[in-house]
């Protein structure tokens, strides 16, 4: 009975073994393309399921440029926050919209009569919604002061010695809030929150130095604004921190509010320590500042300087002008690719506007120019199935869309004939831009172009990579809702999948 048994059970194990060795050899073989792509799935599931991000969710799409094919999708039709990877769609529209060689003008000009020297009439600065004038970032374009020279100039070479007027910072392009309604309040003070004007100047940026205490926990002095802002009242209980803490102060303040509270602590480890604050007037400070340097030449200005733009609307029946002088952008390629590099909020904001305006003429609101660029790539036939922006930076937590609308967006962009200047306003991983210390020393160095995002509770990273066959792939992957105090985690996961990301088959 035992030998019989065993002879039964025997052929019982060769058969199952033979049916299975059937059924394996019947199975078709994975193509590397799928292979691939299950490996970015498992990759995906260890992501979701760990402690860093069981709590949230996690979304990828990739999809080929070519024609748009969607190749991998996880939780991609959800509607997430973003951050600032919806820079991508902000500058991609401005492109395709305005062009490459599009630069903004700013100018100064006069009303009025000029005789004996004197200007009876004011002089202005009339803003187009420049987010770059008088910036330090570009070689060749004027930074502030040196801009603010070069009005003085033209004012004086126009022979003018006295006005009898004001300096009128002209912001009345846009005459609505300058900031969305959905961005949170305790950023608006600080750099990364400045408002747009019709006139922006220096960014919408100034500094605010300190010296730290002698101690842990002592107070921090108030030195100086850079530049001087004597028109603005600063309430100061920044306290120091220990050495190598860093930046912790937040500004709160609001457009057009001259009273700010400074706030947090700096470390104790310098002679002076800076943060960065955002003016809540840029285009009064345009007028002050011109105002100065006219007294500092010796042109006497008779009136305050003041403003046109929110609140204080221009008068009905204004005098014809004379222009001065016109001061032109760097192009906008160059604004388009320092809002992806560096992540600039008030350059997206700007662009976004400014496309918008292109496209439907005349819009006055925020909501608006999201409507008109959401409108333009729905004629282009991507699909916006849960796309729910609310401005042009990500900076608001509110809205969001889907990484299946990114790479929507993205993958009809490569069909536009301003796509390869697009392409190469993108940051390279592991080698420029925000994403410069990203898988450095893999195979997504070097190849993968991306976009970061980052606020509270959300990171991700959109762009471009070429995948193992050499086909153009876009991407989109977001996190959101994760555990705090993980970054070192979340990193690690993101970098595993955009090195599992260029392996997959385009084809």
């Known amino acids: 009975m035992y030998c019989l048994s065993f002879r039964l059970c025997s052929l019982l194990v060769s058969c199952i073994l033979l049916l299975t060795t059937e059924l394996v050899e019947a199975k078709p073989v994975s193509r590397p393309d799928s292979s691939a792509s299950q490996r970015l799935l498992v990759l995906l599931d260890q992501f979701q399921n760990n402690p860093v991000a069981r709590h949230g969710t996690v979304a990828l799409s990739v999809r080929r440029v070519r024609d748009g094919q969607p190749f991998v999708d996880y ?26 060689t599009f630069s903004y003008t700013t100018t100064l000009e006069y009303d009025g009569t000029i005789r004996d020297s004197i200007l009876s009439g004011n002089l202005y600065i009339r803003g187009s919604g420049d987010p770059s ?17 070069i009005w003085a100039e033209a004012v004086r070479k126009a022979g ?3 006005i009898q007027g004001s300096v009128v910072g002209d912001a009345s392009l846009y005459l609505n809030p300058p900031v969305p309604d959905t961005w949170p309040y305790s950023d608006l003070g600080n750099y990364y929150g400045a408002g747009l004007s019709g006139l922006n100047i220096n960014e919408n940026l100034y500094r605010v130095f300190f010296k730290p205490g002698s101690a842990v926990t002592a107070p921090a002095t108030f030195l100086r604004t850079d530049p001087a802002l004597p028109y603005l009242r600063l309430t100061n209980t920044v306290s120091t921190d220990a050495v190598g803490t860093g930046d912790q102060v937040n500004i709160y303040g609001a457009p057009f509010a001259n009273q700010q509270w400074l706030t947090g602590k700096v470390p104790l480890d310098s002679k002076e320590f800076s943060v960065k604050g955002a003016l809540p007037d840029p285009a009064f400070f345009a007028a002050f500042a011109l105002t100065s340097q006219l007294r500092q030449r010796g042109i006497l200005v008779s009136n305050l300087p003041t403003t046109y733009g929110p609140g204080q609307p221009a008068p009905k029946g204004q005098p014809k002008r004379t ?45 608006e120019a999201v409507e008109a660029i959401e409108n333009f790539w729905r ?41 390869p200047p697009f ?25 993968v172009r991306a976009k970061s995002g980052s606020i509270e509770g ?3 990273y959109a762009g471009y990579f070429t995948a193992a066959d050499g086909e153009l ?35």
């Open 75 to 100: 939780k991609s039709r959800q509607t997430m926050s973003t951050a600032s990877t919806i820079k991508l769609i902000t500058t991609a529209t401005a492109l395709a919209v305005l062009g490459p």
């Open 133 to 149: 004038l008088g910036t330090w970032r570009y070689a060749g374009a004027p930074d502030t002061p040196t801009l603010l020279a």
């Open 160 to 162: 003018i010695r006295r």
């Open 323 to 367: 222009m001065l002088h016109t001061h032109w952008s760097p192009a906008l390629t160059e604004i388009a690719q320092q809002t992806n590099f560096q992540s600039i909020n008030l350059y997206a904001e700007g662009l976004m506007r400014t496309a918008a305006q292109r496209l439907v003429p005349g819009i006055r609101t925020t909501d």
């Open 379 to 419: 004629m282009k036939g991507v699909n916006l199935d849960g796309f729910q922006i609310r401005d042009g930076s990500g900076l608001s937590a509110v809205g969001g869309l889907s990484a299946d609308n990114m790479t929507g967006i993205l993958a009809r962009m490569g069909q536009e004939k301003v796509f």
């Open 423 to 447: 392409y190469e306003t993108i940051p390279v991983v592991g080698q420029s831009g925000t994403v410069r210390s990203l898988a450095r020393n893999t195979a997504a160095a070097g190849n």
């Open 458 to 460: 959300v990171r991700a």
């Open 473 to 507: 792939m876009a991407f989109s992957i977001m996190v959101n809702r994760f555990t705090s105090g993980q970054n070192r985690v979340l990193t690690s996961h993101f970098e595993r999948i955009m090195v599992a990301m260029v392996g997959v088959l385009g084809k």
